[in-house]
């Protein structure tokens, strides 16, 4: 029996929605980085990118538990001295809350230039609404 590995070529992506309302905010992370990877396709091949487009509505009804929600701190570096500056996880729910999701999925990639491309896959927004409907993206339960 051989081996069979894919190629970049042969691989069609498909496109997911997903409703993170209610959902627990790291095992939807697990799930949405296990798609964007492809891990979730017999054909998966580390070096290439065999995964698929999720689309994620409802980013600011994701929950976390315990007491995350108060305790969790978003840290950005501007590069100069004295240029560190925490967010609370509450403020950046506000502000940003697609980005507590990108943030989740992205330290579940590999720290690699492929992983940079399988970010672009995930595709998440605050409200109900998104611009891919043209995709007929296929609903999941998260």
Do not use: C
Request: aromatic share 8%; proline share 5%; no cysteine.
């Amino acid at each position: 029996m051989k081996t069979i590995l894919a190629k970049k070529e042969t691989v069609q992506p498909k496109w997911y929605l997903i409703d993170a309302e209610g959902q627990v905010l790291g095992r939807l992370a697990v799930k949405l980085a296990n798609i964007i990877r492809g891990r979730n396709k017999p054909i998966y091949t580390a070096h290439v990118d065999t995964g698929d487009y999720v689309v994620v509505i409802n980013a600011e009804k994701v929950v976390l538990t315990g007491r995350k929600d108060e305790k969790n701190e978003y840290m950005a570096f501007s590069g100069f001295v004295g240029g560190e500056r925490y967010r609370s996880l509450r403020l950046m729910r506000e502000r940003r809350p697609e980005y507590i999701i990108m943030h989740a999925v992205k330290g579940m990639l590999p720290k690699n230039r492929l992983a940079a491309k399988m970010l672009t896959k995930l595709r998440v927004f605050a409200g109900t609404k998104h611009p891919h409907e043209a995709n007929n993206p296929v609903k999941i339960p998260a």
